[in-house]
């Protein structure tokens, strides 16, 4: 079930030798090799991109948009196969990969439609004089996607670059290459021209480093943590290139005396335990209003501990492990550090098992200021649960972070509602539900969380430059 790895350069799939193994973090497997661009990979790849931009540029939107649903078809046929890779390179369960798969596809399908809407405007001009706006693509764009989410992640890059008109060189995640691959084939299957999709693995710092500063490359788009985000930001720097940046994210929610308290727990623990909370917009930071904090936090600890952890290919797993060895002791550190400043540890905090990075679903509660976690995103599945004694006192909370991605809210009151719609930084702010973002809305960061939109109305405004032609009926 997991694909050959390989590398997709001018349409053609190319091996290389490769001493870097990819290894299923529930059984710590090696199920493939990863291949490694060299510098000759590289400049072949952007060789295809600006041919590929120079043709894909000028095909109609409405053929962009055509390429882009048969390949999004593909992937929804495929979906059995493309959800088994993910889960043996990724460890999340197999329902949440097959979900994953489809959400890919949605990417597709709503840039798709997005492709044919690029509108220009016209402006009043004077008599013999005519204002028109333009928004043209904007050339190769090299882009870097994480390993969280290996086929979605990829498909918003490859999305708003293929239905802007764009080509694009992406490298996938090291850990999690087959989603990509997957993407590639559907693009390829489905009659994309050669070099406007391109698709690399190796070094992610030689990649970045070789192909940021080149001159064909217009937009650097990279989702990933905040300390990458910045480097590759100063790469860019250098060519004044564009870049779109979906950053790090430290996501309060703020639990109101109103709320329903039962309901409102249980979907926090399983809303924080999904994809081992290796997502940018999951729920970390709970701040509860002082009169329910008690009822709320033992809800949720029970709800949190009472979470399957296993294989993701077994049946009525809820949590696979995390996605990668390196990211083990960086929790352990988190919870040690919160727990030596007073922090109680309510549930978990130990990797467990013999094979796996498995790591215990936990639950931090009465977590110092100080305390690394309430700066520091864990992107694991760790919560953190703390008295707030007013909406003041939870906005002041919640807005402490360098942060500005994700938000949430339990209440109905209209007025907390109002306030925290003004008043809470973050891109996307949810209300009674802990989902973040859909292919329709505007997704990202405000702060360190980056900035640049992806998918909504918003979406495709990065892959494309403005252009104001001033059109004079006579030589003036
Ligand atoms: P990391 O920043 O080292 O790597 C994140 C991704 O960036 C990886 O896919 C990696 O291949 C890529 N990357 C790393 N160095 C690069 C470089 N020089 N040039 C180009 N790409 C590069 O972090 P990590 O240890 O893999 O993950 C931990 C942190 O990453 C988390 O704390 C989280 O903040 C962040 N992260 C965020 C998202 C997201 O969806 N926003 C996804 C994955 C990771």
New binding site residues.
Partial sequence: MYPELKLFIAGEWRTTASDMPVVNPATEQEIGRLPRAAKSDLDDALEAAEKGFRIWSRTSPRKRSDVILRAAALMRARQEEIAHSITLEHGKPLPQARLEVIRGAEFFEWDAGEAMRTYGRVIPAAHGHKFSVHHQPIGVVAA??????PMS?PARKIAGALASGCSIIL?????TPAGAIHIARAFEDAGLPPGVLNLLFGE??E???YLIPQEPVRLVA???????GR??TTLASENMTSVLM????HAPVIVCEDTDVDMAAVSGAVRKMRNAG???TSPTRFFVHERIFDDFAATFVERAAATVVGNGMDDGVEMGPLA?E??VP?LTDLVEDARAKGADVATGGARFGETGYFFEPTVLMNVPDDARIMQ????GPIAVINPVSSLDDAIAKANAVPYG?AGYAFTNRADYIDRMIDEVEVGNLSINTLEASMPETPFGGVKSSGYGREGGAEGLDNYMTVKHVWHSAKIT
């Fill in positions: 870097f996607s994480p390993w969280n989410f992640q490298k996938a995640a090291e850990e992610p710092s990649i970045s480093g990279f989702t990933g943590s905040t300390a990458i480097h590759l979906e950053l790090g994210g290796q997502v940018c990668n390196r990211r960086v520091e995103e864990p992107f991605l």
